[in-house]
Antibody, heavy 126, light 111 residues
Framework: QVQLVQSGAEVKKPGASVKVSCKAS????????ISWVRQAPGQGLEWMGW????????NYAQKLQGRVTMTTDTSTSTAYMELRSLRSDDTAVYYC???????????????????WGQGTLVTVSS | QSALTQPASVSGSPGQSITISCTGT?????????VSWYQQHPGKAPKLMIY???NRPSGVSNRFSGSKSGNTASLTISGLQAEDEADYYC???????????FGTGTKVTVL
């Protein structure tokens, strides 16, 4: 069965970086994308970006450009999300999700997230 | 990054039907059939309920259905049950620079 297992909770100081991992199993890793979604305490879902596990292409949310990097290691079927220059408002639960991508002959579109990791709480506090 | 607009809360009695709206623009909901819906219970990861406007993944109850008209998508839950009490989020691909957008979220309460 498809599973996404994320790394454990992190506590970081403002200005530091955090790297969250997401290990996939139960499917062909390179046939899908991986998206990252975060949820601040008591707030809604926020799309952060996605990475193609096939070729490593990325799309990031504009507000995070320059601070976030998403990577994959196909040898271990693991995706990573690194967020730098952490601020208190980056405190959130971070989820990875398998992304179904719909491609035509000319374009590809982010479609839906069918499997989710369990979430990783990142707390930014001095 | 503008979120899709959902009502903050919707409630209904067991057995009733409720509908949650999700309003966007022609750049997202109205322009593409890449609308999906997620259910989230407290402290849990979201779960896919509807994809591509009206398709149900395997294992999701047929009490859940989706539709779209213009720039507004809708999720209908029929035969409301206690276990349906949760937060629901719509989402869509967008041609704007944000690429993907979630709705503001709706808390469903079963009275």
């Amino acid at each position: 069965q498809v599973q996404l297992v994320q790394s454990g909770a992190e506590v970081k100081k403002p200005g530091a970086s955090v790297k969250v991992s997401c290990k996939a199993s139960g499917y062909t890793f390179t046939s899908y994308g991986i998206s990252w979604v975060r949820q601040a305490p008591g707030q809604g879902l926020e799309w952060m970006g996605w990475i193609s596990a096939y070729n490593g292409n990325t799309n990031y949310a504009q507000k995070l450009q320059g601070r976030v990097t998403m990577t994959t290691d196909t040898s271990t079927s693991t995706a990573y999300m690194e967020l730098r220059s952490l601020r208190s408002d980056d405190t959130a639960v971070y989820y990875c999700a398998r992304l179904e991508i719909d491609c035509s002959s000319t374009s590809c579109y982010e479609d839906y997230f069918d499997y989710w990791g369990q979430g990783t709480l990142v707390t930014v506090s001095s | 990054q503008s979120a899709l607009t959902q009502p903050a809360s919707v409630s209904g009695s067991p057995g009733q039907s409720i509908t949650i709206s999700c309003t966007g623009t022609s750049s997202d909901v109205g322009g593409y059939n890449y609308v999906s819906w997620y259910q989230q219970h407290p402290g849990k990861a979201p779960k896919l309920m509807i994809y591509e406007v009206s398709n149900r993944p395997s294992g999701v109850s047929n009490r859940f259905s989706g539709s779209k008209s213009g720039n507004t998508a809708s999720l209908t839950i029929s035969g409301l049950q206690a276990e349906d009490e949760a937060d629901y989020y719509c989402s869509s691909y967008t041609s704007s620079s944000t690429f993907y957008v979630f709705g503001t979220g709706t808390k469903v309460t079963v009275l």
